[in-house]
């Protein structure tokens, strides 16, 4: 399968149709989803998950390497294809991890992983696209991504539900918070990071969060006190 997808990609230099380019995006996703398949032991869902990510990876990669290239045709063939079905892969993979939280399948450091991995693809995309909401979305997953992570050091030792537990997630996303709001400060002068940091249209995610942490806050105050 991978044959025939590098074999569809490479052909469509001389076609030139975004369709094929398409098909053998879906072919490779096939074919990593089949090594996986073969060459783990871990469940269902979580072969579907890294080959997604693998697949979003690779398609990305592809996408960047057509971006600065003098040709126009490559924009419409290679890139634009490439581009969506990486984040095809990823909006996919992201229902994955959250679905997966549920049945509790996915442990907190894998799932911590898988949401760096995210995270990643998505500040790509978001930074070479300059796509706000994007970016958005990126700050969700990494905070996710630090609750996982510091779940999986407080579960040896603590309930993740635990006051003490709830503080040390909420301190780290406030952390995260105020790096947004200072590079936002050193952003002054460049306008296409200033755009990406602070939207005109829509609040950013990350001022989001510290509205919930400050009323979590109070929240949880008022539990330890009742």
Do not use: K
């Amino acid at each position: 399968l991978a044959i025939v997808a590098v074999t569809w990609l490479v052909a469509n230099l001389r076609w030139r149709h975004a369709a094929i380019t398409y098909a053998g995006s879906l072919v490779m996703a096939a074919a990593i989803l089949f090594a996986f398949r073969q060459g783990t032991d871990i469940g269902i869902a979580q072969q579907f998950l890294w080959s997604l990510l693998t697949h979003a990876t690779l398609c990305l990669l592809g996408s960047m390497m057509t971006r600065f290239a003098s040709s126009d045709w490559l924009r419409e063939v290679y890139r634009v294809p490439l581009q969506f079905a990486s984040l095809a892969a990823s909006f996919v993979a992201a229902a994955i991890i959250l679905g997966e939280q549920f049945p509790a399948d996915l442990s907190w450091s894998m799932s911590c992983v898988a949401c760096c991995w995210l995270a990643a693809l998505w500040l790509t995309v978001a930074l070479l696209e300059g796509w706000p909401i994007l970016f958005g979305a990126f700050q969700v997953v990494l905070g996710l991504a630090w609750i996982f992570g510091a779940g999986d050091w407080l579960t040896r030792d603590w309930d993740w539900r635990e006051p003490f537990s709830l503080q040390i997630y909420a301190l780290g996303l406030g952390v995260g918070c105020l790096v947004w709001e200072l590079m936002r400060i050193g952003a002054r002068s460049q306008p296409r990071v200033l755009a990406i940091l602070s939207p005109p249209n829509f609040v950013p995610m990350d001022r989001v969060i510290t509205v919930g942490l400050i009323l979590g806050q109070y929240v949880l105050s008022l539990i330890v006190v009742l």
